[in-house]
């Protein structure tokens, strides 16, 4: 027997439709790319977006179509989004971090037949154009007087082009269960994934988001997404907020410590979430200026793991750490770290322990851990195992791909190693690839690196496996020092002797001076682990030393003209 109640279907235009009805005149703050800050409110992007999403029917884009965005957390790129998906199209946020090749390749997969961006991406969509054959039109996110002159396709300024239409319109139905967003993995091995988000999944997960345990969003609090709208759904955010009425603060392209902490205190933020970059960023601002944090309570950090000595230093400013973890295929939140009655009674060191794991699933989220055979592993916070996930917003495939994700219960495994507690508490020890293999143990790569930027002159750490006749793999040190500081590797060394297993102890040390990390900002431990490969076999003898392979393959890489190299990846120049 079915219930007896409306059928209320779950999709993105009715969260617009409620901040606009019940939260009107609550601001929406941007740092705008043309460098002023502009002030909105819900009513206004209401009104906008339906503008966009009538404009898109003139221009005969029909539902399930592709409309890519390339732009910074900004009120335009948030009212195109709402503009997009109410006129039933999807949604396609690209990354433009990314490597250009990668973008052309996401842009003609993803088939899109308008790409909307910032005028900052403008000579990147140029240098481009001619492989985005599916693109039918240019829209740049600005008005007419900031356009510059460009040979993109037909391109108009986007305050013209919403200005052709009255925005008395109303939102195209779609079916719940129909895609709304689409964004691409990053794809460090491989061509990247398009995970195709659903109205009903993205709404389902917004809501969760919103809880005291985890986002905490009420009308009153004031949320600033450091983390991008073209990042997994800027973590639920552009949904989450307008669906509590929180006030949003959107930094554009300007993240940097000074920056944010501008936006942090003039707009009175009461919450914030980024990754730990963004926030190391951030400290090191706060700790030259000796700068106050006056209204914050809660920050997010997320995507990567938190450093240590990062939880602690916010913490110590009476800023409450959620430590999160999720990916693009879970929409993205797969876990934030609140804390629960059980564990109410930490302190101290033993709270910061607590803080360092990646916390525990929200409702809608369901987890597992399993060995490499699929037998499902106990929940003692000690044991390693694959972490499986399934939920109301977790991918059940890859847009246009034909390959099975999920295993015969229906969960997709995250290609994360992970331990759970008893308390339900979800510590991520390694990505499956990266996890060491020694003598039949594991040993976690990240827990060693947490622990060696935790040594006061160590400014970032990686930790790989080499290959070693005997056990099979042993963990070496990849360090960068901080600023004016000289790394000693038997210092660093004796600073990890009490911390961890005799055997967990990295057999080698080097210093560099950069690491590579990914398009995403993530540390590229392909790139490092090729790079000790040259080590090994072009510098040969004892002396062989990654520093010096990296500083050839640097070289090499400069005479090609290639940029990959660029310790921050390639967006970072474009900021
Ligand atoms: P990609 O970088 O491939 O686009 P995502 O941005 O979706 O993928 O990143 C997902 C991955 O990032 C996770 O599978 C996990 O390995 C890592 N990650 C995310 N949050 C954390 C965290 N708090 N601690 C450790 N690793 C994390």
Not at 52 to 71: M, S
Not at 159 to 173: C, K, L, P, S
Not at 386 to 392: E, M, N, Q, S, T
Request: proline share 5%; hydrophobic share 45%; charged share 20%.
């Amino acid at each position: 027997m079915l219930g007896l109640m409306q059928h209320w279907p779950l999709v993105i235009s009715r969260i617009i439709d409620y901040a606009a009805c019940q939260h009107a005149s609550r601001e929406v703050v941007t740092r705008s790319v043309e460098g002023s800050i502009v002030r909105s409110d819900y009513a206004a992007i209401r009104a906008r977006a339906l503008k966009v999403a009538q404009r898109l029917v003139r221009a005969g884009i029909a539902p399930g179509d592709r409309v890519a965005t390339l732009a910074w957390n900004s009120a335009r790129h948030l009212e195109a989004w709402y503009g997009i998906a109410g006129a039933g199209a999807i949604y396609h946020t690209v990354n433009p971090r990314l490597f250009p090749e990668q973008i052309a390749w996401i842009v003609t997969h993803a088939a899109d037949r308008l790409l909307l961006a910032d005028v900052t991406f403008v000579p990147l969509l140029e240098s481009l154009a001619d492989k985005l054959a599916t693109v039918e039109r240019y829209v740049i996110l600005t008005d007419r007087a900031h356009v510059p002159d460009t040979r993109l396709r037909d391109a108009i300024a986007y305050e013209d082009w919403i200005d052709e239409v009255d925005g008395d319109f109303a939102w195209v139905g779609v079916d719940e269960r129909a895609a709304a967003g689409l964004c691409y993995t990053s794809g460090t091995t491989g061509d990247p994934k398009g995970v195709l988000y659903s109205h009903r999944s993205n709404v389902l997960h917004s809501m969760a988001m919103c809880a005291p345990d985890a986002l905490g969003l009420a009308s009153r609090s004031v949320i600033l997404p450091v983390v991008p709208l073209f990042h997994a759904n800027s973590w639920s955010i552009a949904f989450s907020a307008p669906m509590t009425g929180a006030k949003l603060v959107l930094p554009g392209a300007q993240l940097d410590g000074a920056s944010i902490y501008e936006l942090l205190e003039s707009e009175q933020v009461t919450c914030t979430a980024g990754v730990p970059t963004v926030w190391a960023m951030l400290l090191q601002y706060l700790q030259k200026e000796q700068q106050p944090l006056t209204s914050l309570r809660r920050l997010v950090v997320g995507g990567a793991a938190a450093p240590r000595s990062m939880i602690e230093a916010f913490e110590a400013r009476g800023i409450e750490v959620f430590h999160a973890w999720g990916m693009t295929e879970m929409s993205p939140v797969g876990s934030i770290g609140s804390i629960k009655p059980s564990v109410a009674h930490l302190r101290g060191e033993a709270l910061i322990d607590l803080k360092c794991k990646q916390g525990f699933a929200p409702f809608t989220v369901e987890m597992k851990i399993t060995d490499d055979a699929g037998r499902r592993l106990p929940w003692d916070g000690k044991t390693f195992g694959r972490l499986k996930v399934a939920g109301a917003a977790v991918a059940s495939a890859y847009f246009r791909a034909d390959a099975g994700i999920l295993d015969d219960e229906g969960y997709f495994d995250t290609g994360d190693v992970a331990t759970i507690d008893a308390h339900g508490y979800m510590q991520i020890t390694d990505r499956a690839k990266d996890v060491i293999k020694s003598g039949g143990e594991w040993i976690s790569s990240v827990a060693l690196e947490n622990l060696a930027v935790g040594h006061p002159d160590v400014a970032e750490a990686a930790v790989i496996g080499v290959p070693h006749p005997k056990w099979g793999e042993r963990p070496l040190l990849v360090v960068v020092a901080k600023e004016g500081r000289e790394i000693e590797p038997r210092s660093l060394i004796e600073h990890l002797r009490p911390k961890v297993a005799s055997w967990w102890l990295p057999d080698a040390v080097e210093v560099v001076a950069a690491l590579p990390h990914t398009a995403t900002g993530k540390l590229d431990k392909v790139k490092l682990r090729a790079l000790a490969r040259l080590a090994a076999r072009d510098l040969d003898g004892d002396g062989a030393r990654i520093a010096e392979a990296w500083h050839v393959d640097r070289m090499r890489a400069g005479a090609a003209g290639n940029d990959d190299l660029n310790v921050f990846g390639p967006g970072r120049d474009r900021q």
